[in-house]
């Protein structure tokens, strides 16, 4: 959970994330009953600490910006309670902001934003999605996953390698270490288009880590756990570069944003930096602090909403799962209104 104070959709005054790591950790993922306990009980520190660090009282805000979605909706809710209460209360203006609008904002953050159009890259742990942003608010599907997100792959081969969660950092810091080549795995491509597929790579991992651990049954060596991420992350990380060249290639953009948690990923950063090298794109990452959930990539988004004068009535809803749609701006709303499920 997240609460954020920014300036003219661009500078981030104050960023506070309240980490959930250690209540899910136990359980090695997401328990959405206790996402929500624990929204409830650190929401109104988690806003207050980020009005006393940016040295804004609430009065002096011009606005209330709230993710509506997609997302857990029982975190959803307390978030949309808590921002709906805290605008009727001071009378100010609501902006219910899709969460995906956020991650391809979070690139313009605190940093030399890239000229438009661009391709916008998700790489998160809900979410692997290529997007062509035409406008900040005019923004096309090119492909997304058919089944699960690359986030999803990292935690879940983590979880089997006994890394903790969430997961993909610590792969990202094993495979440092690791042989990149040491074990082959499928590069799951689907042919010439723009979507994805990580549940065969995520499998073929998991029955590489079973025959390991049929071998060494007193744990697997450190040096083979090292090789073992590395030689998944690489699979993972070719299928991220190809398709975001075929994407670049096809729409005859040159300029790429990477964003969401595996932006932070160094190989992906690595790799990346090679396509912008070898085709002469420029490709460009969100600081690492915002390149997983944060709350200032949501208020950017709020601010340029109501420079549109896009204000959600109090009545708004939050919604679990709804597509980003392709909107102009000034055009009405930016969201399909859907349902909380
Ligand atoms: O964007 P995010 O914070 O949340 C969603 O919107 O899903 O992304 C979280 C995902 C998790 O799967 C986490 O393991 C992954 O980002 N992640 C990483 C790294 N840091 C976070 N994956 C690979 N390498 C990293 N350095
Ligand atoms: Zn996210």
Known sequence: MAAAVVRDAEAVLASVVHSQD????????????????????????????????????????DAIGVTSGPGLIGSLLV??????????RTGKPLLAVH??????ASCRLDADPLDLPLVGFVV????????????????????QTRDDSAGEAFDKVAKRLGLGYPGGREI??????????AYTFPRPLLGPGLEFSFSGLKTAAALEIAAAEARFTDGLPEALVDDLAASFQEAAVDVLVEKARRALAETG???LAVVGGLAANTRLRERMAELAAATGCEVRFPPLRLCTDNAAMIAAVADRMLAEGRIAPLGVEAFSRVPLALQDAGQGESLRPGRAS
């Open 22 to 61: 250690a209540v899910h950790a136990p359980y090695g993922g997401v328990v959405p009953e206790l996402a929500s306990r624990d929204h409830v009980r650190h929401l109104h520190a988690t806003v207050t600490a980020a009005l006393e660090r940016a040295g804004v009282g609430l009065v002096e805000v």
């Open 79 to 88: 978030g949309f309670a808590f921002a709906k209460a805290l605008a009727y």
């Open 99 to 104: 969460h995906i609008e956020g991650h391809l």
């Open 124 to 143: 998160s742990g809900g979410h692997t999605a290529l997007y062509a942003m035409e406008s900040l608010a005019r923004i096309r599907l090119l492909g």
């Open 172 to 181: 990202d810091l094993r495979a440092r270490r690791g042989n990149r080549r």
């Open 253 to 255: 953009i040159p300029r």
